[in-house]
């Protein structure tokens, strides 16, 4: 297992266009959380799922978000009608939802969207 | 409210040089996790460590060493003997208890320059 996996790496998009972005956590991993980066900036909670089941939404995430996560394995993260500032890195990560790991999140590399 | 800060936004040191990133926390949780991580210019971040609120022993892996005081409310990072590869983004992070949200509170992180 090679850590948590994410692709696109880069997205460029014109706006109004839709865009996916897909994560595959470590496998064991039963929790998996998006989050947005914006430079100068720390991660900003997007949204998480244990299992399949998506256990809490942040404000930031409006209506042209969704987010999914079928079977509790692979996610998808879908931007629709997409604006300049959506433009950031979309960082996926995965943890094991026990009490012994601390809940320690592993974050994939990002996916980078640009929208011109 | 829960709150990480990391008062030092820019640090530049030459290579060799000790140096230390603070990071202070607010929380009214008795029970949480403080994280470090890095975040080099590829844009992934890498877990460094996690500290349980009970647990106050200092730790030292390799140059990397962390000092958590919960009486200051503080768990600060010092890297001996800096190297260029040590340059990155740092991000002090606080993982709340509350319920089945397990998010974490990210500090704005602290970016280290190691010249040569």
């Known amino acids: 297992d090679t850590g948590v996996s994410q692709n696109p790496r880069h997205k460029i998009t014109k706006r109004g266009q839709n865009v996916t972005f897909r994560c595959d956590p470590i496998?064991?991993?039963?929790?998996l959380y998006w989050y947005r980066q914006t430079l100068g900036q720390g991660p900003e909670f997007l949204t998480y799922?244990?299992?399949?089941?998506?256990?809490?939404k942040s404000r930031l995430l409006s209506d042209r978000f969704s987010a999914e996560r079928p079977k509790g394995s692979f996610s998808t993260l879908e931007i629709q009608r997409t604006e300049q500032g959506d433009s950031a890195m979309y960082l996926c990560?995965?943890?094991?939802?026990?009490?012994?790991?601390?809940?320690?999140?592993?974050f994939g590399e990002g996916s980078w969207l640009t929208v011109v | 409210a829960q709150k990480v800060t990391q008062a030092q936004t820019e640090i530049s040191v030459v290579e060799k040089e000790d140096v230390t990133l603070d990071c202070v926390y607010e929380?009214?949780?008795?029970?949480?996790?403080l994280f470090w991580y890095k975040q080099p210019p590829s844009g992934e971040l890498v877990f460094l460590i996690r500290?349980?609120?009970?647990d106050e022993q200092n730790e030292i892996s390799g140059r990397y060493s962390w000092n958590f005081q919960k009486s200051t409310s503080s768990f600060n990072f010092t890297i001996t003997a800096s190297q260029v590869v040590d340059s990155a983004v740092y991000f002090c992070?606080?993982?709340?208890?509350?319920?089945?949200?397990?998010?974490?509170?990210w500090g704005l992180g602290t970016s280290l320059a190691v010249n040569p």
């Open positions: 496998s064991e991993h039963n929790r």
């Open positions: 990560a995965s943890s094991l939802a026990l009490a012994a790991s601390g809940n320690t999140i592993y």
């Open positions: 992070a606080l993982s709340e208890q509350a319920g089945n949200n397990r998010k974490l509170i």
């Open positions: 799922f244990q299992n399949e089941a998506q256990l809490e």
């Open positions: 929380t009214r949780d008795t029970t949480y996790y």
């Open positions: 500290r349980n609120s009970f």
